[in-house]
């Protein structure tokens, strides 16, 4: 079950009204929002009602035969305008060929009559979960695109030796580990160790905590067809996507112990095998490791492979937290003045200095995003200390009073029975888009981990965030 609040969206697309009926009860029964039409015709019309904003559904159910356009149709118009949405076909026996057909067309899955009610909900729940990680590969390809020159910005003492260092190393074509605090930039310096290494292939990263076991060995190693249930197709994972060229191993400390050996043994023997593959496949790849464990403690309890620490850190490097080298506060203040589009906005000498006090538990990201916001919510084009308090905050408060990623600013825990409301009416929704990104914030951006902090699937996180990206609140 998921939280009415923050409910997937499934258009059901049936001209059997007990079947819609039964659909619509499991459905709702597993906390999913149920749009109901009869007709091909129908569902077309609500697919592309929103013209080129954001999907109107998260999944479409759609039987295979039906009055106005059949299945096939409210497929191919799902998928050419909203690639990400998830679409199972529905079928008789005497349409299996079909529901083959359907799913070179980009069906996620189909099911076929009669079915029972655990199998559609497994296979709603997959799909779901399919959708999330295809929505997420996407934001993550667009970011690599516009991150790939993206300059390094200092001019610190520290800073400038680790560069010298990563030069050095990326032309040796070792394996390096990244370690240092989460917003230090360490994605920015293994795309300089890619850049300088000369390789030709492409920079991959994959993120070791942003998906659970199971679906990372298949997103590191790819997997053929049948290899598990859903598994309709072969896939190419990051291993195989970074030939003749890098991969990122991000969050390394995160690995399941299960996949940390095979990771070993791919590095010693540069070879992967698919999940469910029959033939070994020779790889060229350099690897970055990243991490903001301590991974030495991590061996001495227990959770990371000692062999694997070694490997992997053949050659480490430790990037310098923003509070080590405030001296680059300055300029990395006109860098993102520039790139977030106001070159012509200066900041009062005042609000610099406490920018330069300031601890940044959050680091250079941490730094961004609060120009950012003095940006968005500024009195003039020279910003001051005034613009650095929180929305509905009073005076001008000092450094300390900084947004931390790593605290959030809700006072005290939230027990159930015990949560006292304000005398004045408030906003529901805008209170629970509060929380999630607080939550957020906390884990520093970590999906996964801010997921499990608020008690939800992280599909359904997810979910409520491309809402907030989409400019709908916190309604449902």
Same mark, same amino acid.
């Given at each position: 079950?998921?939280? &009415?609040?923050?409910?997937?969206?499934?258009?059901?697309?049936?001209?059997?009204? &007990?079947?819609?009926?039964?659909?619509?009860?499991?459905?709702?029964?597993?906390?999913?929002?149920?749009?109901?039409?009869?007709?091909?015709?129908?569902?077309?019309?609500?697919?592309?009602? *929103?013209? @080129?904003?954001?999907?109107?559904?998260?999944?479409?159910?759609?039987? %295979?035969?039906?009055?106005?356009?059949?299945?096939?149709?409210?497929?191919?118009?799902?998928?050419?305008?909203?690639?990400?949405?998830?679409?199972?076909?529905?079928?008789?026996?005497?349409?299996?060929?079909?529901?083959?057909? !359907?799913?070179?067309?980009?069906?996620?899955?189909?099911?076929?009559?009669?079915?029972?009610? #655990?199998?559609?909900?497994?296979?709603?729940?997959? !799909?779901?979960?399919?959708?999330?990680?295809?929505?997420?590969?996407?934001?993550?390809?667009?970011?690599?695109?516009?991150?790939?020159?993206?300059?390094? %910005?200092?001019?610190?003492?520290?800073?400038?030796?680790?560069?010298?260092?990563?030069?050095?190393?990326?032309?040796?074509?070792?394996?390096?580990?990244?370690?240092? =605090?989460?917003?230090?930039?360490?994605?920015? %310096?293994?795309?300089?160790?890619?850049?300088?290494?000369?390789?030709?292939? #492409?920079?991959?990263?994959?993120?070791?905590?942003?998906?659970?076991?199971?679906?990372?060995?298949?997103?590191?190693?790819?997997?053929?067809? *049948?290899?598990?249930?859903?598994?309709?197709? &072969?896939?190419?994972?990051?291993? =195989?996507?970074?030939? *003749?060229?890098?991969?990122?191993?991000?969050?390394?400390?995160?690995?399941?112990?299960?996949?940390?050996?095979?990771?070993?043994?791919?590095?010693?023997?540069?070879?992967?095998?698919?999940?469910?593959?029959?033939?070994?496949?020779?790889?060229?790849?350099?690897?970055?490791?990243?991490?903001?464990?301590?991974?030495?403690?991590?061996?001495? @309890?227990?959770?990371?492979?000692?062999?694997?620490?070694?490997?992997?850190?053949?050659?480490?490097?430790?990037?310098?937290?923003?509070?080590?080298? !405030?001296?680059?506060?300055?300029?990395?203040?006109?860098?993102?003045?520039?790139?977030?589009?106001?070159?012509?906005?200066?900041?009062?000498?005042?609000?610099?200095? =406490?920018?330069?006090?300031?601890?940044?538990?959050?680091?250079?990201?941490?730094?961004?995003?609060?120009?950012?916001?003095?940006?968005?919510?500024?009195?003039? @084009?020279?910003?001051?200390?005034?613009?650095?308090?929180?929305?509905?905050?009073?005076?001008?408060?000092?450094?300390?009073?900084?947004?931390?990623?790593?605290?959030?600013?809700?006072?005290?825990?939230?027990?159930? *029975?015990?949560?006292?409301?304000?005398?004045?009416?408030?906003?529901?929704?805008?209170?629970?888009? =509060?929380?999630?990104?607080?939550?957020?914030?906390?884990?520093?951006?970590?999906?996964?981990?801010?997921?499990?902090?608020?008690?939800?699937?992280?599909?359904?996180?997810?979910?409520?965030?491309?809402?907030?990206?989409?400019?709908?609140?916190?309604?449902?």
């Amino acid at each position: 079950m998921v939280d &009415s609040a923050v409910r997937p969206r499934v258009l059901v697309a049936e001209d059997d009204a &007990s079947m819609r009926r039964i659909l619509e009860f499991n459905l709702v029964e597993e906390g999913f929002e149920v749009h109901l039409v009869e007709r091909g015709d129908d569902a077309l019309a609500l697919l592309t009602a *929103g013209g @080129d904003g954001p999907p109107p559904f998260d999944l479409v159910l759609t039987d %295979v035969k039906m009055p106005g356009a059949d299945g096939l149709t409210v497929l191919r118009a799902a998928k050419g305008r909203h690639p990400d949405v998830q679409v199972i076909l529905i079928t008789a026996f005497g349409t299996v060929d079909h529901a083959i057909e !359907a799913m070179a067309a980009g069906a996620a899955d189909y099911i076929t009559k009669p079915f029972q009610r #655990a199998e559609l909900k497994a296979r709603v729940r997959q !799909a779901l979960e399919r959708g999330s990680l295809s929505r997420e590969n996407r934001e993550l390809r667009r970011r690599a695109a516009a991150d790939v020159d993206a300059p390094i %910005v200092s001019q610190s003492a520290r800073m400038t030796e680790v560069l010298r260092v990563v030069d050095r190393v990326a032309q040796a074509g070792v394996t390096v580990l990244l370690t240092g =605090e989460s917003g230090t930039g360490k994605e920015l %310096v293994a795309r300089r160790i890619h850049r300088e290494s000369g390789r030709t292939g #492409a920079f991959v990263p994959v993120n070791c905590a942003a998906l659970p076991a199971a679906l990372l060995e298949s997103e590191l190693f790819g997997h053929e067809r *049948g290899a598990f249930t859903g598994a309709d197709r &072969s896939r190419v994972g990051r291993f =195989e996507q970074a030939q *003749g060229g890098t991969l990122m191993l991000d969050e390394v400390g995160e690995l399941p112990l299960e996949l940390q050996a095979k990771i070993l043994r791919v590095l010693e023997e540069r070879v992967i095998d698919r999940l469910g593959g029959r033939h070994r496949v020779p790889i060229d790849v350099g690897v970055v490791a990243a991490t903001n464990r301590e991974l030495d403690a991590a061996v001495r @309890d227990g959770t990371f492979r000692e062999d694997l620490f070694h490997r992997l850190s053949v050659i480490p490097i430790r990037l310098p937290a923003l509070r080590e080298r !405030a001296e680059d506060i300055p300029l990395l203040v006109r860098h993102f003045l520039k790139t977030l589009g106001a070159p012509d906005v200066t900041v009062a000498p005042r609000l610099l200095a =406490e920018l330069e006090r300031a601890p940044w538990p959050g680091n250079v990201r941490q730094l961004k995003n609060m120009i950012s916001r003095m940006l968005l919510l500024r009195r003039s @084009d020279v910003l001051d200390l005034g613009d650095m308090a929180p929305p509905g905050a009073a005076g001008e408060g000092p450094a300390t009073e900084l947004p931390h990623a790593s605290s959030p600013t809700l006072a005290g825990p939230l027990v159930p *029975g015990e949560v006292v409301l304000p005398e004045a009416s408030f906003s529901l929704p805008e209170l629970e888009k =509060e929380l999630v990104l607080k939550a957020l914030a906390r884990f520093e951006g970590n999906r996964s981990a801010a997921a499990r902090y608020l008690g939800v699937p992280r599909h359904v996180l997810l979910y409520r965030l491309g809402k907030y990206e989409a400019g709908e609140g916190g309604d449902a």
